[in-house]
């Protein structure tokens, strides 16, 4: 894969993130998809992935704005830098948070999310 396609495939992602087409997104995922959820587990396959989602989806509305892609020359790996809006739904003002990805096979491989958990809790404790 090139690193425009590693661009693209990442892009196809945080597009369907931000429309809220979970099987979008679980497109671009292999079926091994390893995920390592901010301060939690790795979380492994696609099946856990949706699980994932759609706890997501219950607890949360969210769109991500200022999203900054790359990718190596290879197009194997890949991260994003992007500023969360959204709203608890069950019980956030932005919040900054990165993703790093790897790509095999044209399609993406490990996501790996992290978030200033401080100032989350600072945004949302005040």
């Not at 079926?31 to 699980?51: C, L, M, V, W």
Request: glycine share 10%; charged share 25%.
């Amino acid at each position: 894969m090139s690193q425009n396609e590693a661009l693209a495939l990442l892009g196809r992602y945080y597009a369907a993130f931000n429309a809220g087409d979970n099987e979008a997104m679980l497109d671009c995922l292999t079926e091994d998809i390893a995920h390592d959820i901010n301060q939690g587990a790795r979380q492994q396959g696609k099946e856990a992935f949706r699980a994932f989602l759609a706890h997501m989806d219950r607890c949360y509305a969210e769109k991500l704005t200022d999203i900054a892609i790359m990718a190596n020359d290879e197009g194997t790996r890949g991260a994003a830098e992007f500023i969360v809006h959204g709203e608890y739904l069950t019980t956030d003002e932005g919040l900054p948070a990165g993703a790093f990805f790897e790509i095999s096979g044209g399609l993406i491989s490990r996501v790996t999310v992290y978030y200033n958990l401080e100032d989350w809790i600072r945004q949302v404790g005040g």
